[in-house]
Each structure stands twice: as structure tokens, then as C-alpha cells.
């Protein structure tokens, strides 16, 4: 019986191993630097159900597997043993039955008594709704009315990617914040309504333990209360495509007279309407290029394009200006204005040779084109170009 020693060893390795299993987690949790970031909002009770959740499924892990190590000990294999079958077991069956059921209701319940909360903002709540597209974050506060205007997905257009109704008023006092950050101000309840224009994404400020889905087609909601004054950094929690990483944002949290005096400055809808200044047009080439810096950080396009040469999903900015590229069909093109305008406009219209068609379609204005043009020009190979 050559057998019986190897398997009395491998029951002893097992057991070590899940020992050793057991006793790293909890030392990792309890000596590991990563913990959460202070909470930022009313919402402590999320922090509450994790306790909760982290209490009930650490003590079923350890419990588990110490049991395992148990019966690897207590049964391991001995000459003339032999386990006895036991098809039903009533007893049994009903225990495991009732603890598991106590086990999944503490661990749900309590979740649901917040949620029911969490998507019942107060009466007084300021009211913002979040835009995400792949891959940037748009802000709209309702102007003095209290109320946001109407939308509707015929109306979305590169001046007004909200789709604000063009005949309601309440929709041209409507503040919009074309930027992925935003103010909040300090202690007073935010109802947050979420939408999206592409795919789902999930607008995420960590410290704020608040969270969620951007269904496109529908309109969800949450809101919280800021509880202290600092710079917060807003990340996409839904793996929305190639961008994915690079879709984050602010939330500022600002004292309440600090809060107005940054919304007094935002523009209103009515004004994205008008158009722009002859000054704005005919910005200086330097400002152009700064603006279109930011404008590619902002609309995500550094997510798929570099500006120092090196490969990424999409072509390197850096020379691609003047250059001639050749397309997947073996045409050739002179990277020109007219071709970039072409290719932001209508991304699916050609594909370059050695890329995928995943370029996603941007709603531009015609200032923030020319201000893109400018920037990519000002990376080409040549001279820079105004
Ligand atoms: Cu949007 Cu991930």
C-alpha cells in the first residue's frame, strides 16, 4: 500500500495551505494601507452595510475553511475506515436550510433600507443632472424657475448635447456646464439625475459613498449631501469602451456663498445658442492650441490618441499633421484641416490601414473643431500651421 503516505501528506499540505489562506486574509486586512478614503457625504450607512457585509462573509470564510481543515484531519484516509453514505439527511438539510437563509437576509436587508432612502432625496434638494458620453462628463442646473427644461434626443445637437427643448423657457435659463468638473456647495442635499447619451457608464465619486448607473433611454437618480469642502475626483464605473480609464472628473464642494458665485458664472443655454463672439472666433492661434489641449483631455481623445509618437489604439497626434495617410482600402489622404474636420464629423466614414473603426462620434462645435485642428496642427511634422 504505497498510496496511503502520499495521501496522509497531501491532506496535511492542503490543510497548512487553507490555514495559511486564512490567516494572510485577515492579516491583510487588517495591516493593508489601502482603505477607503474619508467619507465625504451624509451617506455613512453605506459605509455601515460594508461593515455589515465584510462582518457575515469573513466570519463564513474562516468558519469554512477552518471547518475544511477539520474534516481533512479528522477523515483523512486510514486502513479499514470507510465512509458511511447517507443519502438524506433531514435533520441536516434543514439547518444548513434556515442558517444559510439568515445568512443572505442580513446580508441583503440592511442594503435595501438604504437604498430606499438613498433614491428619496429631500424636498429641498438642489438639483443636478450629469450627462455621460463616452468619454467625458457634462453638467445642467436649473436656472432661477427651480425647474430643468424639457428634453428630447431630437434636439441634441453639438451646441446643445443636452437636447434641451428649443420652445421651453425654462430650458434656455438652464445652466450648462460643458466640462467634466463641477461645483456643489456645502451641506445642502443634491438630487442627482443621470443620463446617458451612448452606453452605460456610472458616475462615481468615491468619497462621497455614492454612486450610479447611466442608463441611455432612461433617467436614474440618487442624491447626497456634501459634508466637506475639498476637490473630489468623479470616475466612470462601468467599463464603457476603449476611453474608459480616461473618463473622470471634479466635483468641487464649496462653501454655499462661494458655490453661487461660480454658478453666477456659468453659461445658460441661451447663450450656447447665440452665436459666439466675433472676439471668440478669432481667438489668437496660441489661445486656439491651449484650448484644444484641454478640449482633447476633456472629450477623451488622449484616451486612444498620444502626442509623443508612441503607439495607442488610435493614431499618435505627434506629425500627423501634413502627413499622408494611407486607408485600409490602400487609398491614400494628406492629412489636411478638411480631413481632420472630416474624420471628427463623420469617424466611420474611412478607417486607417493598421487601425480599428472605434473612433466614436463627438458632438463638436465649431469653435471647439477649430480649436482641435489648431492643437493637432501645432503636432505636426511641418511648421505649425494656424
Ligand atoms: Cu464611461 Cu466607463
Known amino acids: 500500500m504505497a498510496a ?35 467619507l465625504a457625504s451624509n451617506w455613512h450607512q453605506m459605509d455601515a452595510t460594508l461593515t455589515i457585509t465584510l462582518v457575515i462573509t469573513g466570519v463564513f470564510f474562516i468558519g469554512i475553511n477552518l471547518f475544511v481543515v477539520w474534516t481533512l484531519l479528522r477523515y483523512r484516509h486510514k486502513e479499514g475506515l470507510r465512509a458511511a453514505y447517507e443519502p438524506n439527511n433531514h435533520k441536516l438539510e434543514r439547518r444548513l436550510t434556515l442558517f444559510t437563509s439568515i445568512g443572505i437576509m442580513a446580508l441583503l436587508a440592511p442594503g ?22 463616452q468619454w467625458q462628463w457634462r453638467y445642467r442646473f436649473p436656472g432661477p424657475s427651480g425647474k430643468l427644461g424639457l428634453t428630447d434626443p431630437r434636439f441634441v445637437a453639438g451646441n446643445n448635447p443636452f437636447g434641451i427643448d428649443p420652445g421651453d423657457p425654462n430650458g434656455r435659463e438652464d445652466i450648462v456646464v460643458n466640462s467634466n468638473e463641477v461645483h456643489l456647495p456645502l451641506g445642502r442635499p443634491v438630487k442627482v439625475l443621470l443620463r446617458s447619451h451612448d452606453v452605460l457608464h456610472d458616475f462615481f465619486a468615491p468619497p462621497f459613498r455614492a454612486r450610479m448607473n447611466m442608463v441611455p433611454g432612461m433617467v436614474t437618480s440618487f442624491w447626497f449631501t456634501p459634508t466637506q469642502v475639498g476637490r473630489f475626483e468623479v470616475l466612470c464605473a462601468q467599463l464603457c469602451g476603449m476611453g474608459h480609464s ?14 453661487a458665485a461660480w454658478l453666477k458664472e456659468q453659461p445658460t443655454h441661451a ?65 489636411d484641416e478638411a480631413y481632420i474636420h472630416d474624420f471628427i464629423r463623420n469617424p466611420s466614414a474611412r478607417v486607417v490601414k493598421g487601425f480599428q473603426p472605434i473612433m466614436p462620434k463627438l458632438d463638436v462645435s465649431d469653435e471647439e473643431m477649430a480649436a482641435l485642428t489648431a492643437y493637432i496642427a501645432s503636432l505636426g511634422g511641418g511648421a505649425a500651421r494656424p
Request: net charge neutral.
Open 4 to 38: 496511503r503516505p502520499v495521501q496522509g501528506g497531501l491532506c496535511m499540505v492542503m490543510a497548512i495551505a487553507l490555514i495559511v489562506i486564512v490567516v494572510g486574509s485577515v492579516l491583510f486586512h487588517f495591516l493593508s494601507p489601502w482603505v477607503a478614503t474619508p
Open 112 to 133: 435595501l433600507f438604504v437604498y430606499a432612502e438613498y433614491v428619496e432625496p429631500p424636498k429641498d434638494a438642489l438639483v443636478m443632472e450629469v450627462l455621460g458620453q
Open 246 to 259: 480616461n473618463m473622470r472628473g471634479y466635483v468641487v464642494v464649496d462653501e454655499p456663498q462661494k458655490f
Open 271 to 335: 447663450m450656447a445658442l447665440a452665436p459666439p463672439a466675433a472676439a471668440a472666433v478669432a481667438a489668437a492661434p496660441g489661445d486656439r492650441v491651449a484650448n484644444g489641449k484641454a478640449l482633447a483631455q476633456s472629450k477623451g481623445c488622449v484616451a486612444c490618441h498620444t502626442v509623443d509618437g508612441s503607439a495607442g489604439v488610435g493614431p499618435t497626434w505627434k506629425g500627423l499633421f501634413g502627413k499622408t495617410e494611407t486607408m485600409a482600402d490602400g487609398s491614400t489622404a494628406k492629412v
